[in-house]
């Protein structure tokens, strides 16, 4: 059993900054990737950002490139999202996910898949003002 905390959530204004962190705890080795997910009122879960230090990858979903980092830290089971330039629409409850299974998939072929994904967070809100 893992069990992922959020942190970092809150109220900002359009153009400014927050970073979310997630701390995993437990049964997290061995583990493969972790990431962020949103979702908003009415909609469905949409992967936002993803590490994978199996294969050294970071994955982005296209509205948060070039605005938001993904990174691990390498000695603490923790993951971080930078949101920079945060827009109206970035407001979501932000969920931390992590890969403890492997599967017959490929990571780069299925990340922004909410089923590849095995451990889920309860979320953490944000909350962007025009």
């Known amino acids: 059993q893992v069990t992922l905390v959020e942190y970092g959530g809150g109220l900002v204004q359009a153009g400014g900054s927050l970073t979310l962190r997630c701390e995993a705890s437990?049964?997290?080795?061995?583990?493969?990737?972790m990431g962020w997910f949103r979702q908003t009122p009415g909609k469905e879960r949409e992967f936002v950002a993803a590490v994978n230090w199996g294969i050294g990858g970071y994955y982005y979903t296209d509205s948060v490139k070039g605005r938001f980092t993904v990174w691990k830290d390498n000695v603490e089971n923790t993951v971080y999202l930078q949101m920079n330039s945060l827009k109206p629409e970035d407001t979501a409850v932000y969920y931390c996910?992590?890969?403890?299974?492997?599967?017959?998939?490929?990571?780069?072929?299925?990340?922004?898949?909410?089923?590849?994904?095995?451990?889920w967070g309860q979320g953490t809100q944000v909350t962007v003002s025009s």
């Open positions: 996910v992590i890969v403890t299974r492997k599967r017959g998939t490929r990571f780069s072929e299925s990340y922004y898949y909410s089923d590849e994904y095995d451990y």
């Open positions: 437990g049964r997290t080795s061995p583990s493969y990737a």
